[in-house]
């Protein structure tokens, strides 16, 4: 088995909820709202709060919590193991329909559908691949204007012997390890996406450093990279064709120029450590701030928990606070008209007023509209789901 945490970490152990049915909110958590009102948003937390606190972390390894010390506290119920192999990363930046590097020494160019060859010293400043009329794809070279140099049976997967290449992109230059390749977003589509295939050790150290700054305490970033790589595993596994994205809505993922020494520090010592459960990678969700209490997610060991070290001096997130005015909210949900009232209907029991919202009714002229807490957070921006309002007169 793991090694439990220690101290108050486990004693919270006895504390852990797994939330069901979310209760009932109390007949306090609803509001009039006058014509012309500032509502005021009191919060905690930041994100969806489900597994690993971010800031939580950095005060947990404060406290002198190893990154095992601190992923057991954050994921009960997972087990330790490794994982390695390859991971597929979709470049978001190049929307455009082709594939261009600048030039360097030891580029090498395969087609997919057999041969791979070094490409020549012809003095060209930028390669390029496009998709002709007839669909093949052409490789070309720029010297004083772009010349063709041969087509392709296949699709064309550029590298460097592990040595970062620098892609043009609408959005500008962009260096990645591992391979580039153009690939057709369907069979038979003229459309293509760039696609960097990279080990996964590789990979961790363009996304490290974007999740947690790489100057946090040295166990905290060596439990971000050990999350995220059991995340980029979980993912690899049950995502259509096995690629991730470059976003939030997987990992942010920022090639080359995103690595740091510290975090790059943090994959080595920590290298293929991985979550599991039931001997499956563990989806291993985290979040930049609980505000003191973890959410429950969609796995069992996605657990509510009551997080003793997110609140440290250096989290500006744990407490917030933000005023709106009323015409917010009529904006986001036209359909009410004038916003007269704010009922929360459920929470998760978790903490200061009850919890996150779960759902809400907002009353007003036209009519009414439930919303999830979720969506309310989505719609107007808000940092969490923990919240409660107060309302004034503008």
């Known amino acids: 088995m793991r090694t439990r945490p220690t101290g108050l970490a486990a004693g ?19 509001w009039r709202v006058p014509t012309r009102s500032w509502l005021t948003l009191t919060g905690h937390g930041y994100g969806h709060g489900h597994g690993m606190s971010q800031y939580g972390a950095e005060g947990a390894a404060r406290r002198g919590l190893t990154h095992r010390q601190i992923l057991d506290f954050y994921y009960r119920g997972t087990r330790w193991g490794t994982a390695a192999g390859l991971v597929s990363v979709v470049i978001s930046a190049d929307t455009s329909d082709d594939l261009e590097v600048l030039s360097r020494r030891g580029l090498r160019l395969r087609d997919t559908a057999g041969g791979t060859v070094e490409l020549p010293a012809n003095g060209a400043k930028r ?4 998709v002709t009329a007839t669909g093949r794809n052409r490789v070309l070279f720029k010297t004083d204007r772009w010349r063709r140099w041969r087509d392709l049976r296949g699709e064309a997967e550029l590298s460097a012997g592990g040595r970062p290449i620098t892609l043009v992109t609408p959005a500008g230059l962009r260096s990645y390890r591992g391979r580039l390749q153009a690939t057709a977003v369907a069979r038979g589509s003229k459309a293509r996406d ?19 700054p790489a100057s946090w305490s040295p166990e905290a970033v060596r439990a971000q990279a050990v999350a995220a790589r059991t995340y980029a595993t979980y993912e690899r596994a049950h995502r259509t064709g096995g690629r991730l994205c470059d976003t939030t809505s997987c990992q942010v993922y920022g090639g080359h120029a995103a690595e740091h020494p510290a975090s790059n520090a943090a994959i080595a010592a920590t290298a293929g450590q991985v979550l599991t459960h039931r001997g499956a990678p563990a989806f291993t969700q985290f979040a930049s701030s609980s505000g003191g209490w973890t959410s429950a997610g969609s796995m069992p060991y996605l657990a509510a928990l009551e997080d003793p070290y997110d609140d440290w001096a250096g989290n500006p997130v744990h407490d917030w606070s933000l005023r709106l005015a009323d015409t917010a909210v009529e904006r986001a949900w036209p359909s009410v008209g004038d916003l007269t009232g704010i009922a929360v209907t459920r929470r998760d029991g978790n903490g200061e007023w009850g919890g996150r919202v779960r759902s809400l009714t907002l009353t007003g002229s036209k009519g ?12 107007l921006g808000l940092r969490s789901t923990w919240l409660t309002f107060r309302v004034a007169a503008r």
């Open 368 to 379: 009414r509209v439930v919303v999830s807490g979720d969506t309310f957070r989505s719609r």
């Open 12 to 30: 919270l152990l006895t504390l852990a909820l797994v939330v069901g049915l979310a209760p009932a909110a109390t007949a306090a958590d609803s």
């Open 194 to 212: 760039t696609v960097n295939t990279l080990t996964l050790e590789a990979y961790l150290r363009g996304v490290v450093p974007l999740e947690m």
């Open 127 to 130: 390669w390029r691949v496009v």
